[in-house]
């Protein structure tokens, strides 16, 4: 029913919680994608060992690091489910994550939904408060915040088709959604948290002047967008992230 594209790069300390995560969903018929960015840990030997044990869990392995565009994008392609997930490989799932999406879509005739999530340090610990997300978003307003997380977007490839993500090295999502957004009017947002946001020290999420550098390139080099009409989105997106992020 659901296909789950997970792209692991060095997360051997998380990648079997990530995994576990999801084979403890109350909805079985999925399958999952891992794959792995030429780790440099023992991330391979994980994703094999967790292969062999369940059949639902498929790997790839990147003869070189190809970065989370591509990497995805292989998944993308391999995928056979009527819908389509992200699950990377640091990140988790809480048990209601598939059931709770499918039934808004199903309930609604939604193709996009997107929910909310906790946001947690390395160690699962609370680092910001719940992220809930709005009730809807469509193009525009998406390019003034990017409310949809990867972690929780839910997508009805069977209407809408397979969409692939830009190969920027970092904002592929939201370049993502962008492109999806301009074929349907919306994504409809789940206000329930149902997944779990692994914040790593190093992450883009930490570093707000690296987040605007990659969302700028993503106005510009993207989405073809003006110089003026990026700025202005700029500010707004400032502002929101702002919001985002505030404790």
């Not at 039934?103 to 340090?121: C, E, G, I, L, T």
């Not at 680092?127 to 390019?143: G, W």
Request: proline letters at 3%.
């Amino acid at each position: 029913m659901i296909s789950i594209i997970t792209a692991a790069y060095n997360c051997a300390a998380y990648i079997a919680d990530t995994i576990r995560s999801v084979q403890n969903q109350t909805v079985g018929d999925w399958e999952m994608i891992i794959i792995d960015d030429n780790s440099t840990d023992d991330t391979l030997s994980i994703i094999k060992a967790e292969a062999a044990a369940d059949s639902r869990i498929k790997y790839l392995v990147n003869e070189s690091n190809l970065g989370p565009a591509k990497t995805r994008n292989r998944g993308i392609e391999l995928a056979a489910g009527k819908y389509l997930a992200f699950l990377d490989g640091d990140d988790l799932w809480l048990p209601g994550f598939i059931e709770t999406s499918l039934n808004f879509m199903q309930a609604h005739n939604y193709p996009f939904v997107f929910a909310s999530y906790k946001r947690v340090d390395e160690e699962l610990n609370p680092l910001y408060t719940d992220f809930i997300v709005p009730e809807k978003v469509n193009y525009h307003s998406l390019l003034k915040t990017c409310p949809i997380s990867c972690l929780t977007a839910v997508m009805d490839i069977e209407r809408i088709g397979k969409f692939y993500m830009p190969d920027i090295q970092k904002r592929q999502d939201y370049g993502l959604w962008l492109s999806i957004l301009k074929k349907i009017d919306y994504a409809y947002g789940i206000a329930e948290p149902l997944a779990v946001y692994r914040i790593r020290k190093n992450s883009v999420s930490r570093n707000k002047y690296k987040a605007m550098l990659y969302v700028w390139k993503v106005y510009r080099d993207v989405e073809k967008l003006n110089m003026v009409y990026s700025a202005w989105l700029m500010v707004n997106y400032v502002i929101n992230g702002l919001r985002k992020y505030a404790r």
